[in-house]
Each structure stands twice: as C-alpha cells, then as structure tokens.
C-alpha cells in the first residue's frame, strides 16, 4: 500500500505539492491525471526519494519514506519513465546493469530469463546481442520494460510509459501491467491505459482536485 498524507513540496520556495492526500491500494492500478506541469511526475520522484516533503508523510506498505528509508524503500518498486535511459554496450548489458548492484545480485538472471523478459515486451531474444546505441526509442522503451519486469517487484511507479509506442507495442506493455499482481501509480493520458486504471486522481497545480472512479470521465 502507497499512503500520500498531506504532502507538499518546495523548490526555491515555490511550492510544487501542497497537501498531496491519496491511498493506493495493493494490485490497485492508479493514473494521476492532469497537464503538462501540475505536479503528476513531481509525486512519483517525491515517492522515490527525488523531493523531500516539508510536510507530510508517505508511507510504502507502513513503512516512512524518509532519508534513512529511501534505500529500502528503492528496492521494492520498480520506475519507469518517459525518457529511457539504457546504458552502454549490447541490450545484454542494458538489462543486466541493475543486477551489478548489491541489492539486486541475488536476482541476477540467465540468458533464458533475459529472452523470455525481452519476448513479453514483443522484442526478439537475438535483440541481446544488439547495441544499444542503434536501437529505436520504442524499442529502447520496451527494453527499460523488460528491464524493470526482470527486477521481480510488484510496485512500479511508471511515467508515461506507452507515449513513445506504436499501437501493437502499446498494446502488449499494457496487457502486461493488466496482471492482478501489480500495483500501479502511473502519469498518463493513453485511453489504453487509462482503461486499465481503477483510480484517477486528478492533479491541477500541485493539489488533488478530484479522485475518482468513473472511468468515463477519463476516456472519451
């Protein structure tokens, strides 16, 4: 469960957040819904750790997300955002980069895992081989997908993660994220996904204007 309690955030004191209140549930699927610059991609970082309330708090299944936390509390969600970024060498290297970490070297996948996550995104198992540098935006998105999914987490905060997709390709990320296991917060205006969302909270310079439920408010 993620629990945003009154949270507001500064920057240069211009406040960005202010009083962020809201409760994701486990395997919900939640959309921040708003414009460009109301604040949805400020809520996912300040989740991560990337903003420091000054008042508030955020919790991840009871536990405080604050400076002696935020490691823990990166090791149980997965993120990914609009812009991939992949690193160098080959789409092998690519996928196994957050395995070089202490925290996840227990999770370290074979070669057959590594196919098999590049083939639930749509993606080739000969992509392995392939340099990073050449291939295209939609498929450098799939592969952060893969990537993410190879992580074994069932929390991930996601950044308009289909924007950069083809209708096919959208399809297959967001049939993957349909799975009961997930719990989602996600930034996004895609009617795919939106579809799948079960909660849309509406973000209007840096407050909750409105959560709902109604699917049909969201997708015309």
């Known amino acids: ?27 919900e699927k939640v959309v921040l819904y708003g414009r460009s610059g109301s604040g949805k991609t400020t809520i996912l970082r300040t989740l991560l750790g990337g903003h420091r309330p000054v008042e508030g708090q955020i919790r991840l ?14 090791k149980q969600i997965a993120y990914i955002g609009q812009e991939p970024v992949l690193g160098d060498g080959t789409i092998r290297d690519v996928l196994l980069l957050p395995f070089r970490f202490k925290a996840n070297a227990m999770h370290h996948p074979d070669n057959s895992k590594l196919s098999l996550a590049l083939e639930r995104v749509g993606l080739p198992a000969s992509l392995l081989h392939t340099d990073s540098a050449t291939v295209s935006g939609g498929e450098k998105q799939r592969v952060v ?12 905060c996601i950044d308009e993660a289909t924007s950069a997709l083809d209708i096919a390709s959208a399809e297959i990320i967001i049939s993957l994220f349909r799975d009961k296991q997930f719990t989602i917060l996600s ?34």
């Open 145 to 156: 997908v893969a990537r993410a999914l190879l992580l074994n987490k069932n929390v991930f």
């Open 61 to 74: 299944n009871g536990q405080l997300v604050d400076k002696h936390s935020i490691g823990s509390i990166r």
């Open 187 to 220: 930034v996004s205006h895609d009617p795919r996904w939106l579809a799948i969302a079960e909660k849309f909270i509406t973000i209007d310079n840096g407050i909750v204007k409105e959560i709902s439920t109604d699917r049909s408010k969201f997708i015309h």
């Open 1 to 27: 469960m993620i629990q945003f309690e009154n949270i507001t955030v500064k920057e240069a004191d211009k406040t960005i957040l202010r009083n962020i209140t809201f409760t994701v549930t486990d395997n």
